[in-house]
């Protein structure tokens, strides 16, 4: 007879190593994750940059690139799913000293099958619950949403956390984005008790859209928080010089 292990490494259900850890919430049962921080982030570096990953003494690496620069073949998913162990402690190594993350933000977009985008969800869980044991960094959940149906579950299972990560990058040029993210952001607040902190990755050369989305937070005496970061920089220089 096959121990459970075994029959769990046949069926390539590797990730439950991590699920297991946890509790799963809602209708989908997304993995619980823990979070509750009192000094945040000040700088927001890329996974692509790990040039930036301690730019400052509070830096937080994050996942806001294009998905195949940190989810291809070789990314930290696929060493999870596959329990790649060598290059588990590759990643081990190229985090090492971290101090924040902002869970891992696989793309989800409106014109695919949902249980896509919900699967993507799932897995940043996972990935965070990887962080979050074989790191010493504190790891803040992201939080996507592509459709008005997501408004639904996408906060299930981070009823603990006092911090959340928000991306305006690529949800500013149509106004059916804008007001999606501005619903996101009255929905988290309502269904997240313990909210204290919400981090902001933002790449405009001012806040004027940040403030006004996340006033809501702000009026309910929750920290909006926007940190610099390379691409805000580069955006910056290149206004001065227009």
């Not at 790990?50 to 070789?74: A, I, L, Q």
């Not at 869980?125 to 992201?142: D, F, K, Q």
């Not at 806040?207 to 920089?233: T, Y």
Request: include cysteine; glycine fraction near 4%.
């Amino acid at each position: 007879m096959r121990n459970k292990k075994d029959l769990q490494r046949l069926l390539n259900l590797n990730y439950l190593d991590l699920t297991n850890q946890t509790v799963c919430i809602g209708r989908f049962d997304l993995p619980k994750i823990f979070c509750d921080i009192d000094e945040y982030p000040d700088y927001l570096a890329l996974y692509s940059q790990p040039c930036e990953y301690h730019k400052t003494s509070n830096t937080c690496v994050t996942f806001y690139d294009y998905d195949v620069k940190f989810d291809g073949r070789d990314g930290l998913y696929e060493a999870i799913y596959w329990k790649d162990e060598k290059r588990q402690e590759e990643f081990k190594n190229r985090f090492q000293g971290v101090k924040y993350f902002i869970s891992p933000d696989y793309s989800q977009c409106g014109d695919v099958p949902a249980y896509h985008n919900i699967n993507r969800l799932g897995r940043s869980r996972e990935v965070a619950i990887w962080l979050s044991l074989n790191t010493e960094a504190s790891v803040i959940p992201n939080m996507p949403c592509c459709c008005e149906d997501d408004l639904e579950f996408f906060c299930d299972g981070l009823e603990e956390v006092t911090v959340v990560a928000f991306s305006t990058k690529g949800r500013t040029d149509k106004q059916i984005d804008i007001e999606l993210l501005g619903k996101s952001v009255l929905v988290a607040i309502e269904k997240l008790p313990k909210l204290k902190a919400i981090i902001v990755y933002d790449t405009s050369i001012t806040n004027e859209l940040v403030d006004k989305l996340f006033a809501p937070a702000r009026e309910k005496g929750i920290k909006v928080i926007v940190p610099d970061n390379i691409l805000k920089q580069r955006n910056s220089r290149r206004a001065k010089h227009v």
